[in-house]
């Protein structure tokens, strides 16, 4: 029985061979758009967001109001007409 070396099972690169860095290869159109998504997301998601959450904090504190002992829901505060 003789014993099978790895090595020469799987072809090499000549040892002479430039090796190009990753950051110096040409992108593709997937990585341009990957790289899209990756900038675009947070924007996206604070436009998205900001409704909710100010929506969420209003409502918070609507309910809030309305529990605490002593206080009667007087409903939305009077607008004082601007000079």
Do not use: C, N
């Not at 992108?27 to 990756?38: M, P």
């Not at 436009?47 to 504190?61: C, D, E, L, N």
């Amino acid at each position: 029985m003789s014993a099978i070396d790895p090595d020469s099972l799987y072809p090499r690169l000549p040892s002479k061979s430039p090796r190009v860095s990753w950051w110096r290869m040409p992108f593709t159109a997937d990585t341009w758009r990957r790289t899209l998504y990756a900038l675009l997301v947070l924007p996206v998601a604070i436009v998205f967001a900001t409704p909710w959450v100010v929506r969420g904090i209003t409502h918070a504190q609507g309910s809030l109001l309305r529990r605490m002992p002593g206080t009667a829901d007087r409903g939305p505060a009077a607008r004082t007409p601007s000079v």
